[in-house]
């Protein structure tokens, strides 16, 4: 079934303890719709500068992605420059160009407010409340964000997450967030406020996710190669949701959740091989199902 995201397409210039790239294409939307893009159809609302390369938009339509929600807007592209030390989990903003996402107000085709599973990906909470307000009745909301909003838009921020049912964040943002260092603590204090389901992003650590009083945790891919984490959480998100809107009409059980954890998982351990999208695009479905049984093996006790 058809998920709708909603977030940054960006030039990103990154510098890792393993290298540095400069000006490559990035953005929360970008990295989101590639990884959802391998298991449901995927609509792609974002708006990008006309310095922004005509043959991504084209891969990315290749790839199944729609992008009538796409806007070329006159402007630069949004840019973001950041850095990480030793702690990969870390990221280090540099810089941060809003650029053509200033004055973007998105309006989604008519035929786009129906889609049952949405996804608000990191961006100003203003557009991800325009987005919420013009579709109707979906099955399930998902939002991500980062400290960038939670600083800047913390009011917006919380009217967002007052409305969707999984908001999908990282460990440091979610203590930002609540001011409350005990995760599992944290998590509660942000479900009595709306969500029902916290999924909290740890990289090299795993994910927990939690709802009521169940936790469920998924670890990540032990690997030997890691370049660059930039977009591993987007790459989760969009394993994540796919995973649950291929499911379709069907009703989600507590176990979909948990494979669909699984499946973000194994999604996102690829992204970090490579800077940008690179390792990501290239994937077969041999090589997620690889991981996933990589994930269970884990933690399975012979
Ligand atoms: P992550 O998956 O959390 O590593 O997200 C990485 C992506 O977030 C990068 O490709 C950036 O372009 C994008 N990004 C960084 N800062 C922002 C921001 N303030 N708003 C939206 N997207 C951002």
Redesign the pocket.
């Given at each position: 079934m058809s998920l709708l995201v909603v977030?940054?397409m960006?030039f990103?210039s990154i510098k890792s303890p393993f290298g540095e790239a400069e000006q490559i294409v990035?953005?929360?939307a970008?990295?989101f719709s590639i990884a959802a893009g391998y298991f449901t159809p995927v609509r792609l609302v974002s708006v990008v500068g006309r310095d922004f390369p005509e043959a991504t938009i084209k891969k990315l339509s290749a790839r199944g992605i729609d992008t009538l929600g796409l806007t070329v807007a006159s402007g630069e592209t949004?840019r973001?420059k950041?850095f990480y030390e030793n702690d990969l989990n870390v990221?280090h903003?540099v810089r941060?160009n809003l650029n053509v996402f200033e004055e973007f107000a998105p309006v989604l085709p008519p035929e786009w407010k129906d889609t049952p599973y949405l996804f608000l990906g990191?961006?100003n909470p203003r557009l991800q409340l325009d987005v919420m307000a013009q579709i109707r009745k979906p099955k399930i909301v998902a939002l991500d964000t980062?400290n960038?909003?939670i600083e800047k838009s913390p009011d917006l921020l919380r009217e967002a997450i007052k409305k969707i049912e999984i908001l999908i964040i990282?460990e440091a943002e979610v203590r930002q967030l609540t001011g409350e260092l005990n995760l599992v603590r944290a998590a509660r204090m942000l479900m009595d406020a709306g969500p029902k389901r916290v999924v909290i992003k740890r990289g090299e650590y795993g994910v927990l996710h939690m709802s009521g009083n169940s936790i469920f945790a998924a670890p990540a891919c032990p690997l030997d190669t890691i370049f660059d984490?930039?977009?591993?959480?987007?790459?989760f998100a969009g394993g994540f949701m796919g995973y649950l809107a291929s499911k379709g009409d069907k009703e989600i059980s507590e176990a979909d959740y948990r494979m669909a954890t699984v499946y973000g998982s194994a999604v996102a351990s690829f992204t970090v091989e490579a800077f940008g999208t690179q390792r990501l695009e290239s994937l077969s479905s041999d090589d997620i199902a690889q991981r996933v049984s990589l994930l269970r093996s884990l933690t399975e006790i012979p």
């Open positions: 977030g940054s960006a990103d990035g953005g929360s970008t990295y949004f973001w950041g990221a903003t941060t990191n961006i980062m960038f909003w990282n984490p930039t977009g591993a959480g987007d790459s």
